[in-house]
């Protein structure tokens, strides 16, 4: 089988918190059942004894019904991070095309999110113009919304 992009991984301080503000924002639908991961074979897996991972798969978007997923899970351990930054090493944000922005930012905003940066207009030669702006989501994930136009 030929590799194939399968799902992005958000840990989170309240996944259904979360898993809602992605479905109520970006369309994003729930996949399969929700999931309590513990035991021998998680602690293989992460190295560390005693984790439980709760949460679920959030199909993104406009690539039907096997489309990738966005996972969003709690722990049992948490452990504080770093803030997140943009310019941080690692991953930065993820993205989504909307129609409208600010109708898109505004309820990100009314459900918990907030402004990171300032809407920008960018001309891509070959590519067209791009509307976009970051702003976090209720737990402080980097979001891009952007639009395109020729």
Partial sequence: MP????????????????????????????????RDHHGPHIDALTGETGQRFRGRHMRVPGHGENGPTIEIFSTSLEREGSPKRLTRPGFSHVAFEVDDIESKRAQVKSLGGDDYGELVTIDIPGAGTLTLLYMSDPEGNIVELQKWAQ
């Fill in 3 to 34: 590799t194939r992009y399968a799902h992005v991984n958000i840990m989170a301080a309240d996944w259904k918190r979360l898993c809602d503000f992605y479905e109520q924002v970006f369309d994003c639908e729930p996949v399969s059942s929700e």
